[in-house]
């Protein structure tokens, strides 16, 4: 099946400071989502971007799917932006057998006062 | 539109017993997924409903099993609770109008405890 490698593991940065997040995957995907799981372990939406760049506020994503990855930017960090950032992904070649979405391990991010 | 509920939020059972978990999907939304977190093996695909039939499955026993209802509401079931199934059980709708090209919007899961 299709794997997805995120990167950093953990990030700690001070308040204000800007992130970027990665994300790699080995196989054409249709779905790429990214979510931030909050203390409580619901997974918020940010994005959904299987290709082309969007922009949320102080969040961005772009994803270039022909390269296979995936990069979210966090900028001007604030501690309720703490927490576990995940990118998911769906694959074009996915048919019978496991499917649904492919996390990757999440990178731990900390935003410190 | 209200988002997407799980019931009960927290659960502690004992091995042996079986649990059922339950899982209402945003309005309009057909098609349920379920997911199993746990520190070891992060974020799993079990299975997904769509038109109270399972579209997809993903690599667990046959002791965890689910259904959907005509009104889109899902169950999944765990027979025979192991000390490995504690985990927290995420629940995520989607419209899956198009095969695959769909937004997963996610419930805010069930903590699973088994002692």
């Known amino acids: 099946g299709i794997q997805v490698e995120q990167s950093p593991p953990d990030l700690i940065l001070q308040e204000g400071a800007n992130s970027t997040l990665r994300c790699n995957f080995s196989d054409s995907v249709n779905n790429l989502q990214w979510f931030h799981q909050n203390p409580w372990g619901q997974l918020i939406n940010l994005f959904y971007i299987p290709s082309g760049t969007k922009q949320n506020g102080r969040l961005s994503a772009t994803t270039v799917a022909t390269e296979r990855y995936s990069l979210l930017y966090i900028s001007s960090s604030q501690t309720t932006d703490s927490g576990v950032y995940f990118c998911a992904v769906e694959s074009v070649y996915s048919g019978g057998g496991a499917d649904g979405l492919t996390f990757g391990k999440g990178t731990h991010l900390i935003i410190q006062p | 539109k209200a988002g997407v509920t799980q019931t009960p939020r927290y659960l502690i059972k004992t091995r042996g017993q079986q649990v059922t978990l339950s899982c209402s999907p945003i309005?309009?939304?057909?098609?349920v997924s379920w997911y199993q977190q746990t520190p070891g093996q992060g974020l799993q695909f079990l299975f997904e409903y769509f038109s109270e039939t399972q579209r997809n499955k993903g690599n667990f026993p046959g002791r965890f099993s689910g259904r959907q209802f005509s009104n889109s509401r899902s169950e999944m079931n765990v027979s025979t609770l192991e000390l490995g199934d504690s985990a927290l059980y995420l629940c995520a709708s989607s419209t899956r109008l198009a095969a695959r090209t769909d937004t997963q919007y996610f419930g805010p899961g069930t903590r699973l405890t088994v002692l």
């Open positions: 309005s309009g939304h057909r098609s």
